[in-house]
Nanobody, 115 residues
Framework: QVQLVESGGGLVQPGGSLTLSCVVSGSISSRALMFWHRQAPEKQREYIAFVTWNGLTDITDSVKGRFTISRDNAKNTVYLQMNNLKPEDTAVYFC?????????WGQGTQVTVSS
């Protein structure tokens, strides 16, 4: 059984920073593609970024320059460093792993950006 557990969310003021973590456990390839997504209230879930097993990354334009995705394969953990946070970044952030054409999701962690 594959499990993804996100952490690191919380309440932060505009301009602040947070680092989200996603720990992957279970029977899944270490070469799984790892993604971050988010879902704001009453909006569809949206893609933010992915990272390959060897560190190649992609970041969606709306957060480029502010968010960074990375992974530590030895710790089975993927990170999302978020800087200069804005109120519109408020959402539940989800981690996803894709391996052998299967997707696995975490339960999400809430990020609220407010003064």
């Amino acid at each position: 059984q594959v499990q993804l557990v996100e952490s690191g969310g919380g309440l932060v003021q505009p301009g602040g920073s947070l680092t989200l973590s996603c720990v992957v456990s279970g029977s899944i390839s270490s070469r799984a593609l790892m993604f971050w997504h988010r879902q704001a209230p009453e909006k569809q879930r949206e893609y933010i970024a992915f990272v390959t097993w060897n560190g190649l990354t992609d970041i969606t334009d709306s957060v480029k320059g502010r968010f960074t995705i990375s992974r530590d394969n030895a710790k089975n953990t993927v990170y999302l460093q978020m800087n200069n946070l804005k109120p519109e970044d408020t959402a539940v952030y989800f981690c996803r792993a894709r391996s052998n054409d299967r997707d696995y999701w975490g339960q999400g962690t809430q990020v609220t950006v407010s003064s």
